[in-house]
């Protein structure tokens, strides 16, 4: 189970910070990602960490300002968003994957374990 939290409506230039921990299984070694989604659009990659290495990825128009980290001791991912922009706007999940390999750590198919979704709103 992956329960999130920290979502809410912010303004323009803003900044929120969600989070994500995993219960009921091991974490240490999975991919752990975020992904987002509007209605009527695919779920789209936002960040990924791959397993232990750490080694971050990110979707190019949130480059430089969102930061994607882990705390393997508390099962916890997080995903820190600053200057926040309308496009933004959108339902933010968690993944994590066991089996995750790099090749596919921007597809949703890369991954197992999903959060129930929080959702971002940015005003303009």
């Known amino acids: 189970v992956q329960l999130q939290g920290g979502g809410g409506l912010v303004q323009a230039g803003g900044s929120l910070r969600l989070s994500c921990v995993a219960s009921g299984r091991a974490f240490s070694s999975d991919t752990v990602a975020w992904f987002r989604q509007v209605p009527g659009k695919e779920r789209e990659f936002v960040a990924a960490?791959?397993?232990?290495?750490?080694?971050?990825y990110y979707l190019d128009s949130v480059k430089g300002r969102f930061t994607i980290s882990r705390d393997n001791a508390k099962s916890t991912v997080l995903l820190q968003m600053n200057s926040l922009e309308p496009e933004d706007t959108a339902v933010y999940y968690c993944?994590?994957?066991?089996?995750?390999?790099?090749?596919?750590?921007?597809?949703?198919?890369?991954?197992?374990?999903w959060g129930q979704g929080t959702e971002v709103t940015v005003s303009s």
């Open positions: 993944a994590a994957g066991p089996r995750t390999i790099l090749s596919s750590i921007r597809h949703s198919r890369g991954y197992d374990y």
């Open positions: 960490v791959f397993r232990r290495a750490g080694n971050t």
